[in-house]
Structures are given as C-alpha cells and as structure tokens.
C-alpha cells in the first residue's frame, strides 16, 4: 500500500520506475529468510540503522516473533523487556538494532520482526524468517533375511538416522533406480528420528542407498547387499561333485596300492616253490600207467 504513489505521476517512465521499486521491495521483503544450525550464532538484520548523530532518546526499538511475542524491546538505548526462553541468549545492538542469537535453538525457528519507533510513529517494520535446521545423523541401513530360497532372498532393509530438523523425507535407490521407503517419524524436543522400511526380492546383488533430506540438505548412505546363497546343494554341486569323485578315485587308488604291496609278494612266491608242484605233476603223471595196462588187458582179452 505504500507503494501507491501518492501524487499521479507525469510520465510512464516514472511510473515504471515505481512499479519497478515496488516489486523490488516486494520481493525483498518476502525473500528474507536467514538460516542457521541448532547451537550456531545467528544475526538478524533489522530495517533500520540509527545515525549516529541522532540521540537514541527519540528512538524506541523492539523484536517480536510470530506477530505477538515480544523477544526483546529497547527503548532510549536501554534494554526495557527481554522475553525469557532467549534471556542470556540474545543481544541487541543499540545502534544498527541487529538481533544475535546465540546459540540458536530450534524452538527459534520462525518469522521474527523487527520494529523501529521515531518519535512515537513507526519509522520501519520488516520481517526475517529465521529457518532453524539440525543435522542428522548418517543414515544407517541393516538387513535382516525374512525368508530365503535358491532363486531369491527376501530381505527387510531399514535405513534409519536421528537426531535431526526439520521433519525430512526419506528416499533411496536401488541400483540407482529410485524406490519408496515406507517412513515413518517420531519426535522429540523438537528433533526428529525417521526410519524407513523396505521389503526387497533380492535375486542378484543390490546397491541400496538411502538419503535422508531437510530443508535442501542432505544424508545418504549406500550398502552393497551380496546375494547370499543358503541352499547348499544345488548351486555349488559341480565343486563338490568334482572334489568327492576325484576323493573316491584317489582312495581307491592309495587301497589299489596297499593291497597290491600286502599281496603281491606272496603270488611271487609260489613261482619260487614251482619245481615242488612239477614233482607233484609228475608223479601223478606217474599213476596213469594202470590205464595203459588196463588197455593192454583188453586188448589182450581180444
Ligand atoms: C504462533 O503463535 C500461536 C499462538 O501462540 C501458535 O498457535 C502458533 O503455532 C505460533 N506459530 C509459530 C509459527 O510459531
Ligand atoms: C542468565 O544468566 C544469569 C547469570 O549468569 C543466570 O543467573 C540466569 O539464571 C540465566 N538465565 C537463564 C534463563 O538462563
Ligand atoms: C520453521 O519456520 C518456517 C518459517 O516460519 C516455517 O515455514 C516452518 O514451518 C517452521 N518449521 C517448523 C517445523 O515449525
Ligand atoms: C546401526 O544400527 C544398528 C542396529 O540398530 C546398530 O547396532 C549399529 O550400531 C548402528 N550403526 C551406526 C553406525 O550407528
Ligand atoms: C508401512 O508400514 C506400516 C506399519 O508397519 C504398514 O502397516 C504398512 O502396510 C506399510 N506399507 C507398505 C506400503 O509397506
Ligand atoms: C531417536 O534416536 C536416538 C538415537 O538412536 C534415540 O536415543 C532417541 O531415543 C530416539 N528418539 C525417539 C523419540 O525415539
Ligand atoms: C520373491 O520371488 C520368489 C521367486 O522369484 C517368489 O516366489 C516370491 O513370492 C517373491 N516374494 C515376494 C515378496 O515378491
Ligand atoms: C552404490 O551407489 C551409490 C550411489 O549411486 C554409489 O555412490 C556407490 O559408490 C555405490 N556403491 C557400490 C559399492 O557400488
């Protein structure tokens, strides 16, 4: 409304100049936003400096937040009011009226004001956005297997991290293709723990990564999951077929080698007694006489 120029203006380049003012001013004046993290010193930077050549007994200056509460009021350069969650925490320049905060906490974050008084009429009022934010911590992931089979592995990931503001959002990937992490929040003093779930089929390796982001800043971390293969037998049975046959051959061929040490020398040993069998052979040759004699007989009886 103060842009309205108060008198009509001559010309159209007047006119855009002021327009142009105006929208300048506009935007500041939205835009101005100052960020801090919890525990930090922040300074926020008020509409007007007093001169120097001026007495600060004309001057009545003071900082709200949220419209209502007074954070702390000067009036002729003396400290009359200080709000007390920022007691001891907070100082006012009395000259340039910038607000510190020191440390910051996050119950500061939000709009705060700053009112300038000259002479009991309003000199300048301008808003700041203080926007508070506190680190998370390093996103934590774990696995559990829930059920697992040869061909695939189902596994609960969750991917935690606390201690942080303001409320974040949870994302990740898998193998670099983005994927939805069921969250879940709690609070507590104002600080945030945020746990996502996930239930994957896991059939090959996997890169999980997960990020946790507030207010344009972000924590990721990533796990490379190894498939896993609890089923024994079907997978790896070439090895172990190839270990268990080439067992076998080689015992029975250390058995081959024991027996044929045990046994050998006793067959070689009956070829040194051979002459004895010949005897043997030969008197038994020796017996069949009879059988000629028997022949002779028939043919004698003929
Ligand atoms: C502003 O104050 C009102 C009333 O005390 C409260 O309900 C509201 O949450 C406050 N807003 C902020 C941003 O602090
Ligand atoms: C501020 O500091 C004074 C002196 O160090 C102490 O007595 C007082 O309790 C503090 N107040 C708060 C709100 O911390
Ligand atoms: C912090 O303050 C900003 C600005 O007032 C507001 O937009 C935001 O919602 C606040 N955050 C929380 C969690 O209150
Ligand atoms: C991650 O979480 C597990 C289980 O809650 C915990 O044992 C481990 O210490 C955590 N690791 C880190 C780095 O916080
Ligand atoms: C998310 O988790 C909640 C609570 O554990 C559960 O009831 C819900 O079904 C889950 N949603 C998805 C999409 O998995
Ligand atoms: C948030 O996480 C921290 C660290 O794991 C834990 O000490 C704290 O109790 C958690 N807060 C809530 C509300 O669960
Ligand atoms: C995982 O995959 C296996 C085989 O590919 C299938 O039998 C099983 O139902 C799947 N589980 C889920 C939760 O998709
Ligand atoms: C997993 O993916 C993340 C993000 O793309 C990458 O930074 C990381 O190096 C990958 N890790 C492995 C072990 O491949």
């Known amino acids: ?8 203006l001559r010309t159209w380049l007047g006119l ?40 600060l007994q004309n001057y009545r200056a003071y900082w709200q937040k949220n419209v209502t509460d007074v954070v702390l009021a000067y009036s002729d350069g ?21 607000l510190w905060i020191s440390p910051v906490e996050i119950l500061d974050n939000g709009t705060y004001q700053c009112v300038v008084q000259h ?19 390093e996103p934590n992931i774990t696995t ?7 061909e695939s592995t189902e596994m609960v990931i969750v991917c935690s991290s606390h201690g942080g503001f303001p409320k974040p959002k949870i994302s990740g990937a898998l193998n670099n293709v983005p994927v939805e992490w069921n969250a879940s929040w709690v609070s507590e003093f104002s600080l945030y723990n945020v746990t996502g779930t996930l239930v994957l089929n896991m059939t090959s390796d996997v890169n999980v990564t997960c990020s946790v982001e507030y207010d344009s800043l972000a924590k990721s971390s990533s796990l490379l999951l190894k498939k896993t293969n609890d ?72």
């Open 1 to 8: 409304m103060g842009c309205l120029p108060a008198a009509p």
């Open 16 to 55: 855009g100049l002021f327009a142009l003012l105006c929208l300048g001013l506009g935007q500041a004046r939205e835009k101005r936003v100052v960020k801090s993290k919890v525990g930090e010193k922040v300074s926020l930077p008020c509409c007007r400096e007093i001169p120097r050549s001026e007495s």
């Open 78 to 98: 003396e400290r009359i009011r200080i709000h007390e969650r920022y007691r001891n925490r907070t100082e006012m320049d009395p000259w340039d009226l910038i």
């Open 119 to 137: 002479n009991s009429v309003v000199a300048c009022d301008e808003r700041v956005t203080l926007l508070v934010t506190a680190d998370f911590s």
């Open 144 to 150: 559990k297997v829930s059920t697992s089979s040869c």
């Open 231 to 302: 089923c024994v037998v079907p997978p790896v049975p070439p090895s172990y077929n190839v270990i268990t046959a080439s067992s076998i051959v080689l015992i029975i061929f250390i058995l081959a080698i024991i027996l044929a040490t045990r046994y050998l020398p006793r067959r070689v040993c009956p070829h040194c007694c051979k002459p004895q069998d010949l005897v043997e052979e030969d008197m038994k040759e020796g017996t069949k006489p009879p059988v000629s004699s028997k022949v002779t007989s028939e043919t004698s009886s003929v």
